[in-house]
């Protein structure tokens, strides 16, 4: 071959090479150090585990490629294992995300084919909404905010009020973050989990401007359909699930290591307005935050 035929091999080479990378990041699920990731498994193995689609207190009681979470369909914490690879496995309103698992002192995530939405980027979601209007826009990933992917040469920087959070189970998504800016009037920086923080009207307690007292925690949540409003409040912390677990006060169930008031899953108006009953094992549940509607209800 002539030394003018090589170079065109190679030149046509290196114009692949960035097509072939885009390719790759959209089919290939990033790197997100830190955290296990439990792999998808053919259905007649994920069947055949002992423990798939039984109830469960935490992942010690799954198998060891299934981990403890919650199903909203049968109202009870059951063991499952993860549903894609990529979103190629996913039907085409959804894509493959992975979810993390609250387990203490451990980083485990699941794999979910969750709802592509409408949502922009910056704007608060639900991980695992049950409808496309608590979804992120295609290309972005929620990690309790929208955000797109960031971290290398093939994703770019975050924009301006943005920061590249590296340690989310779906690798680095750029956050938003208020932090050495001005808030509008009546409303203050809020930080949240993840290192997010968000100009926000606090209701209850701000409790991470005026602290919690000793033995008591500050939570701070926020809602999809609520933007721009945190809900804070001091809350006792405690070990183990449901109402017979260790550190809370009477009439409190514990709940991902935070203690909260109990309530009936069979009787409504059992929780304040912007709450809702989440089963805890047998007949009590405790109220927690609910993620809202898009009109702005509960």
């Known amino acids: 071959m002539s030394g003018r035929g090589w170079v065109g091999v190679v030149v046509g080479v290196l114009l692949t090479l960035p097509v072939v990378g885009l390719l790759w990041i959209r089919s290939a699920p990033p790197e997100a150090s830190g955290w296990r990731r439990l792999p998808r498994l053919p ?36 063991c499952v294992g993860s549903d894609c690879t990529t979103d190629s496995d996913c039907p085409p309103t959804t894509v493959c995300r992975w979810i993390p698992m609250r387990e203490e002192g451990a980083k485990v995530a699941v794999s979910y ?65 208020c932090e050495g800016r001005a808030c509008p009037e009546g409303q203050a920086c809020v930080r949240m989990e993840g290192g997010a923080s968000v100009c926000s009207r606090v209701h209850g307690q701000d409790c991470q401007r005026e602290p919690c007292a000793p033995g008591l925690s500050c939570q701070v949540q ?18 183990g ?42 007949e009590y549940g405790a109220c927690v935050l609910s993620p809202g509607t898009l009109d702005g209800g509960t």
């Open 222 to 239: 926020t809602r999809p359909f609520r933007p721009g409003e945190a809900w804070m409040w001091c809350a006792s912390p405690c070990e």
């Open 43 to 78: 259905v007649d193995e994920l069947w055949a585990l002992p423990t798939f689609m039984h109830r469960c207190e935490s992942s010690a009681d799954c198998d060891a490629s299934l981990a403890c979470a919650y199903d909203s369909t049968r109202r009870a914490n059951v």
């Open 113 to 177: 084919c969750t709802f592509v939405g409408f949502l922009p980027e910056g704007a608060p979601c639900v991980r695992l909404g049950e409808r496309d209007e608590k979804g992120c826009e295609r290309d972005l990933v929620c990690a309790d905010w929208c955000g797109r992917r960031c971290g290398s040469w093939l994703t770019g920087e975050c924009p301006e009020g943005f920061f590249c959070a590296p340690e989310g189970p779906d690798g680095p998504v750029c956050l938003p973050t």
């Open 241 to 282: 699930e449901g109402s017979f677990s260790k550190g809370c006060p009477d009439y409190h169930s514990c709940m991902d290591g935070t203690c909260w008031e109990v309530c009936s899953p069979m009787e409504s108006g059992d929780c304040a307005p912007d709450s809702v009953c989440v089963p805890t094992g047998g």
